[in-house]
């Protein structure tokens, strides 16, 4: 499969705590990006992240890539209920088709 | 408003039946495109256009078409509906095709194919 894997599948917290998203992909990329699918609903664009950056921040979101790694992680700092949500990471493969990951379901417990 | 527009956003039909799903985007985007997504599988790219005129396949085209006559429609199409086909299905589009491009999603039409 060309599909990025989003780590963990799902992950619960407790509303404040930070939450760690990770990505792994399989090709040599120039951007990769972040959405957040709330249920029932379209993708959302977080942010975008070059192949030359190594860390970017978008209030509290921050996220960094490892490029000899192959492998991006998204981080949300103090989590809120709103938070609670499907998060995918994007990428486009040598074939210059956007493959999207499996997605990380974040559940922020009250 | 900036959006895509999808329609119908939920639809119950039988095996066989012809159907379109249509997609509208206000923006003047030239790049558009249409996913499906299965619990456990994410989303995979169905077809996509460039640009008026031009589309491609994605990763999972069979069973379904698409045509860009015009920049701001993009129709999925289902000549002959099967159950495999029940899925949500997201448009999508952004200025022009790269990641470097965010894309703006639909809400999504939710099939069901008896």
């Known amino acids: 499969s060309q599909q990025g894997e989003e780590d963990p599948q799902a992950l619960s917290i407790q509303e404040g705590e930070n939450a760690t998203m990770n990505c792994s992909y399989k090709t040599s990329i120039n951007n990769l990006q972040w959405y957040r699918q709330n249920s029932g609903r379209g993708l959302v664009h977080l942010i975008l992240i070059r192949s030359n950056e190594r860390e970017k921040h978008s209030g509290r979101l921050r996220v960094t890539l490892d490029t000899s790694k192959k492998s991006s992680s998204l981080l949300i700092t103090a989590s809120r209920a709103a938070d609670t949500a499907s998060y995918f990471c994007?990428?486009?493969?040598?074939?210059?088709?956007?493959?999207f990951g499996k997605g990380t379901r974040l559940h922020i417990l009250p | 408003e900036a959006q895509v527009t999808q329609n119908p956003r939920y639809l119950i039909t039988v095996t066989g039946k012809k159907l379109t799903v249509t997609c509208s985007q206000n923006m003047n985007h030239e790049y558009m495109s249409w996913y499906r997504q299965d619990p456990g599988l994410g989303l995979r790219q169905i077809y996509y256009?460039?640009?008026?005129?031009?589309?491609d396949k994605g990763d999972v085209p069979e069973g379904y078409k698409v045509s860009r006559k015009e920049k701001r429609n993009f129709p999925l199409i289902l000549e002959s509906p099967s159950p495999n086909q029940t899925s949500l299905y997201f448009c999508a589009s952004s200025l022009f095709h790269g990641v470097g491009q965010p894309q703006h999603f639909g809400d999504g039409t939710r099939l069901s194919i008896l």
């Open positions: 994007a990428y486009m493969n040598r074939d210059d088709k956007i493959i």
């Open positions: 256009s460039m640009n008026v005129e031009v589309t």
